[in-house]
């Protein structure tokens, strides 16, 4: 049996948005997706396709790539960069002042792992 693995930036985008609206207990129920772009056209350095807020404020912007999502992390940027490692995603800082955290999605199966990662960030965030 031949699995599909979802590989195209705006699909990963979209899976990642319904796995944020669905889960509604716990931490998922402080995440809101925001300013979403439903017309985005996937370029090779990202393009905005929507926001994701905790409780209102801005957590992380996701850009659409052909192949690919990344989560620029604006708020608990070395947290990111530590809970995608944790969860085998690539992860690269972003030299801008002040820094980013760029966490990359790669595939659906790797959704799950970047909803752990917003769920970790968002945990840190409380603790400090």
């Known amino acids: 049996m031949v699995e599909d693995r979802v590989t195209h930036g705006t699909r990963i ?12 207990s716990g931490t998922f129920g402080r995440l809101a997706v925001v300013d979403a772009d439903r017309d985005v056209e ?6 905005f396709a929507y926001r994701v807020d905790c409780d209102g ?3 992380a912007d996701v850009n659409v790539h052909p192949d690919r999502v990344h989560l620029e992390f604006q ?4 947290a990111a960069a530590e809970a995608g490692q944790d969860v085998g995603l ?8 002040p820094p980013r955290t760029l966490v990359f999605v790669e595939s659906g199966a790797e959704v799950k792992r970047a909803t752990d990662v917003l769920v ?9």
């Open 13 to 24: 985008a979209q899976l990642l948005s319904s796995e944020i609206h669905g889960r509604e």
């Open 42 to 47: 996937p370029t090779e350095f990202g393009a």
């Open 57 to 59: 404020q801005r957590l």
């Open 75 to 78: 708020e608990g940027v070395d």
């Open 90 to 97: 690539r992860v690269r800082p972003k030299a801008v002042d």
């Open 120 to 128: 970790a960030v968002v945990e840190t965030l409380d603790d400090a």
